[in-house]
């Protein structure tokens, strides 16, 4: 096992792509929510109303084991470039090409309308960085209805980056909120591109169902009251359908409480499904959203000529900036809530812990590929992927090479590998290994064996489990394996040192905390 470490972190495993293909390159529009949970959306089990994703989903090939990076900025660092994010995660060093530099030297047109968080100013913008149109939020966080609104004091204050190319924006109209504005930016940007006849790539960064609790009042109105069940048995009931449905095999068993989360039964109830009610609210809007995107590429006949990608950034989210206060109303612009560690775990059944661990509910994301005519619909994987796969997807399907070198620079090989022969109805080899590592929770996966780090853990140490038999990480078998935790863990300090990134128990630079 050990001549495999490491260096199969470097593997790309190209697939040979059939001429036809390759001389009528598909247009490409990948979308992604801002820390949705695993199990949110109709298609994996939850009961949001989201009939165009389940539509996405009817139409094509559902993952039920796609791995993110636990994290908004380095997974978007990661998703962006196809490489591991170096140091902290907050951007994508000049010398590794992002995916719309990399579309761009391919013959696309390259767009992105959404959330950035890889660097607010010049050079690092999305403009600079290879989008030839971009529209959106450069920051993290942001008001949903008035971007132009500061922070409140515990968040710091301050206003947020918003920018069309390479002006800021700075005031918002009345009916202004982001998922709408996001989408019709896309549409605009699917309309004059589809006139050149040339290919185009499109990045869709939606910033729902992100933190603060935001929503028009008509989708709120829809959930109000559904959530008066509580956390525990949401996740019951998710996790039964999971099971019929098949996204979730029924050998693995639901984890249990979260050691974060808190009694329902003594908790302001009716505030606690208003919060759960908005979050729900932000997610329809984001589908409805998408139904607008599905609709005009149907209007211009170029839905068969499109691939669609959905996913998630990371897990559900526990953190409740500001604390936990029931006097604030959730939804309305004036306030800044979240949805708290009760509902930020249950959004990830049936798995451990949430956003910022990389236990399996915090990397665990809904992967949706939809392209009429070449990805076979109604169809469901169980094979490993990771977001590091995604360029070297696009780039395939383009028929072009990785860059060889950027800004001066010559490139690396990519970290990922093709998602085409998967797209296609076949198989591809595994990765050999797959890495993560945010604010001191590390992991490495090899085959089905997974050693983890959870800093909530006590005793602190490497945790072991073979994700095969028992994906939601009940049964620690470090003691009974020690050379196999030794052997995986020497691999993620390997890692860790090419990366930059830090080993258990090591302080390191902080990233965005959103």
Partial sequence: MKT????AFLLVIATELPAADAAHPPNIILMMADDMGFSDIS?????????????LADEGLRFTQFYNNAKCTSTRACLLSGMYPRNNGNSIPRGIPTIGETMRAAGYQTGMSGKWHLGNKAPQRPFDRGFDEYYGLMDGAVNYFNPAQPDPAFKGGKVRTFGHNDQLITEFPKDFYTTDYFTSHTIETIERFAKTGKPFFIH???????????????????YRGQYKMGWEELRRQRYARQIAMGVVDSKYALSPTDSQSYDFAKANQDWEDLRMATYAAMID???????????????????????????????????????????????????????????GWAQNTPFRRYKSWVNEGGISTPFIARWPG???????????????????????????????????????????????????????????????EWAGNCAIRHDQWKLVWDTLSRPLKWE??????????????????????KELSEAYARWAKATGRRLPGEKGKKGSDE
């Fill in 4 to 7: 495999t470490l490491l260096a």
């Fill in 464 to 485: 072991l489990y073979d994700i095969e038999a028992d994906r939601t990480e009940l049964r620690n078998l470090a003691d009974e394996k020690p050379e196999l935790v």
């Fill in 204 to 222: 869709l960064a939606f910033n729902a169902p992100h933190y603060p609790l935001q929503a028009w009042p008509e989708d709120i109105a829809k």
């Fill in 285 to 343: 809007r984001m589908d409805q959203n998408i139904g607008r995107v599905l609709k005009k590429l149907d209007e211009l006949g170029i839905a068969k000529d499109t691939l669609v990608l959905f996913l998630s950034d990371n897990g559900g989210c526990t953190e409740e900036p500001g604390g936990r206060d029931d006097t604030q109303q959730p939804g309305i612009v004036s306030t800044y809530t979240a949805v708290g560690p009760g509902w």
């Fill in 43 to 55: 298609p994996y089990g939850g009961e949001i109303h989201t009939p165009n994703l389940q539509r």
């Fill in 374 to 436: 070449q990805v076979k619909a109604g169809t469901m994987t169980g094979q490993l992927a990771h977001i590091i796969d995604v360029l070297p997807t696009c780039l395939e399907l383009a028929g072009a090479p990785p860059l060889a070198e950027i800004n001066g620079e010559k490139t690396k090989p990519l970290e990922g590998q093709s998602l085409v022969p998967i797209l296609r109805g076949g198989t591809r080899p595994a990765p050999a290994e797959l890495c993560w």
